[in-house]
């Protein structure tokens, strides 16, 4: 069965304290990988998507990896506005498949 | 506004009411799609379309929940006979199409509406 589990459920840092986001999947034929970010009371927004093994891309704070079982969501020195629910989707077929999420709140 | 956005935003009915549920999508996006979030969960895909055709409907949870998108633009998703375990935020996203390279894979989200069945 597809899955895809996303850890820690919650995570709590201080404000310049690095740390990753980890997502794994059991999916056939995956054709991509997605990282969003959701505030309270609004839909994802879109972050990132990941295509193959050893992929990386960076926007900012924020770093993701993949590799064949699973995808790293890095922050490095976060701030209170990184402070969001991080999801993992994957596109298998014609569907997403989501993770349910890692509450991420940043400490000033 | 250019986002994509969903009326309306809080839909309370009472069990066993017929509810319908409005996308309109970014103009051009050839692709919408409808999830369902329950409380503290990711979204959970419900149906695809791309242009007016329904190409996946797999993730509909019953024979009462019905997608249609009859131009090729907004798109109505309808409950029947509600019960209380469709209380969710539905989410509907658009991309411009769904191949091909990140551009036009990347989904924008609307902002929901929040259904309380009581």
């Known amino acids: 069965e597809d899955q895809v589990t996303q850890s820690p459920e919650a995570l709590r840092l201080q404000e310049g304290e690095s740390s990753s986001l980890n997502c794994s999947y059991t999916?056939?034929?995956?054709?991509?990988l997605f990282w969003y970010r959701q505030d309270p009371g609004k839909g994802p927004e879109f972050l990132f998507t990941?295509?193959?093994a050893g992929e990386e891309k960076e926007k900012e704070r924020l770093k993701a990896t993949l590799t064949k079982k699973e995808s790293f969501l890095h922050i490095t020195a976060p701030k209170p506005e990184d402070s969001a629910t991080y999801l993992c989707?994957?596109?298998?077929?014609?569907?997403?498949?989501f993770g349910t999420g890692t509450s991420l709140t940043v400490i000033p | 506004g250019a986002g994509v956005s969903q009326s309306p935003r809080y839909k309370v009915a009472k069990r066993g009411q017929d509810v319908a549920l409005r996308c309109d999508p970014i103009?051009?996006?050839?692709?919408l799609f409808w999830y369902q979030q329950a409380l503290g969960q990711g979204p959970e895909f419900l149906t695809y379309?791309?242009?007016?055709?329904?190409?996946?409907k797999s993730g509909l949870p019953s024979d009462r929940f019905f997608a249609e998108r009859p131009e090729g633009s907004v798109s109505t998703l309808k409950i029947q006979r509600t019960q209380q375990e469709d209380s969710a935020v539905y989410l509907c996203?658009?991309?411009?199409?769904?191949?091909?390279?990140?551009?036009?894979?990347?989904?924008?989200f609307g902002p929901g509406t929040r259904l309380t069945v009581l």
């Open positions: 989707a994957v596109h298998a077929g014609n569907q997403f498949y």
């Open positions: 379309f791309q242009n007016e055709a329904q190409l996946d």
């Open positions: 996203a658009s991309s411009l199409a769904w191949s091909g390279t990140e551009t036009y894979n990347e989904q924008f």
């Open positions: 990941l295509y193959s």
């Open positions: 999916v056939s034929g995956l054709r991509g």
């Open positions: 103009s051009g996006h050839v692709s």
